[in-house]
Each structure stands twice: as structure tokens, then as C-alpha cells.
């Protein structure tokens, strides 16, 4: 089992930056490709950025590329996503995860998901 905790979340202006933190227990991050999704109301959870357990293969959406980037720190089993020039499309719970696959893509399904962390970026 792999426990997932999110923090980092908050208000923030249009054009501003925050930085989210994801801290894995119970198992090593090593084997495991991450990501970051996100689901804003009325809307389905959508895959943001997704890095594989090397961190050598990543992915963005299109939508957050350019001002989202996602890295991972293995040795101390943590995950993050530096978001800049945040734009009240943004606003969302963000939710860490971590799957089994080599890579997090958009076919990929987790195996574990955090308890999600609320991003609001104001206008």
C-alpha cells in the first residue's frame, strides 16, 4: 500500500505561482510512475502532468504546458508540481497519484490517489 498526501494548495491571483508537494509512506516511489490530475466542479478529473519512475519521461497537457512542471525526488519520496501563471481556469482539486506502469499517461490508471489538495486562482 502506498499512502499519498498533497499539500501546497491555496488562493491565489491570475498570474501568480504556487507549488504542490505530494509525500508518499508505506512503500518506496522508485517503482512507481506519478502524477498530477485535477478536477474542477462539473468537470471529469484530467491528467496535468505525469512523470514515469525514472524521471525521464513526462507529459503535460496542453492546456498547462509552459507553466507547469512536474518533478520527483526519489530518495525522499516526494512528488511536485511548480505551477506558474496560474489562470482561474486552473481553479481545481488537485490529486496526487501513483501507478505501477512505467509511465503516467493518459491511459494509464493509477493504483493510489490522494486525498486531494483545492487550488482556487482568482480573476
Known amino acids: 500500500q502506498v499512502q499519498l498526501v498533497e499539500s501546497g494548495g491555496g488562493l491565489v491571483q491570475a498570474g501568480g505561482s504556487l507549488s504542490l508537494s505530494c509525500a508518499a509512506s508505506?512503500?518506496?516511489?522508485?517503482?512507481?510512475?506519478m502524477g498530477w490530475f485535477r478536477q474542477a466542479p462539473g468537470k471529469e478529473r484530467e491528467l496535468v502532468a505525469g512523470?514515469?519512475?525514472?524521471?525521464?519521461?513526462?507529459y503535460y497537457a496542453d492546456s498547462v504546458k509552459g507553466r507547469f512542471t512536474i518533478s520527483r525526488d526519489n530518495a525522499k519520496n516526494m512528488v511536485y508540481l511548480q505551477m506558474n501563471s496560474l489562470e482561474p481556469e486552473d481553479t481545481a482539486v488537485y490529486y496526487c497519484?501513483?501507478?505501477?506502469?512505467?509511465?503516467?499517461?493518459?491511459?494509464?490508471?493509477?493504483?493510489?490517489w490522494g486525498q486531494g489538495t483545492q487550488v482556487t486562482v482568482s480573476s
Open positions: 497519484a501513483a501507478s505501477l506502469q512505467v509511465v503516467m499517461g493518459l491511459t494509464t490508471t493509477p493504483n493510489y
Open positions: 512523470i514515469s519512475w525514472s524521471g525521464s519521461s513526462l
Open positions: 508505506g512503500r518506496t516511489l522508485r517503482s512507481y510512475a
